[in-house]
């Protein structure tokens, strides 16, 4: 499975962005998939995650309210809704996935990892 994440830009402080991460190669409806990112000289934090099953979801403490995860099994595509973004989010956002059940963010338990988009919250 190949994790292709599109949709990342300039936004301005306040403003909204959507993140798509299509999956080839396979379809992802036996993966939970989440959202990760990363800002220069920091570590890979997880932001969102959504299960493979009843889509149950799950989000960091800091986007809670103003980010959504959803999938399209159908399209293969798993979204990220941003919404009252604020600049210290400017970060490389990726999509990271992995076989199985539950939904949990930390990076280890992913073994499938697209190259990431940028997103840059101008001040």
């Known amino acids: 499975v190949q994790l292709v994440e599109s949709g990342g830009g300039l936004v301005q402080t306040g403003g909204s962005l959507r993140l798509s991460c299509v999956a080839s190669g396979s379809t992802i409806d036996r993966y939970a998939v989440a959202w990760f990112r990363q800002a220069p000289g920091k570590e890979r934090d997880g932001v969102a995650v959504i299960n493979s099953g009843v889509r149950s979801a799950a989000y960091a403490d800091s986007v809670k309210g103003r980010f959504t995860i959803s999938r399209d099994n159908a399209k293969n595509t798993v979204y990220l809704q941003m919404n009252s973004m604020k600049h210290e989010e400017t970060a490389v956002y990726y999509c990271?996935?992995?076989?199985?059940?539950?939904?949990?963010?930390?990076?280890?338990?992913?073994?499938?990892w697209g190259r990431g988009t940028q997103v840059t919250v101008s001040s």
């Open positions: 990271a996935a992995y076989e199985g059940l539950g939904y949990v963010l930390s990076a280890s338990r992913y073994n499938l």
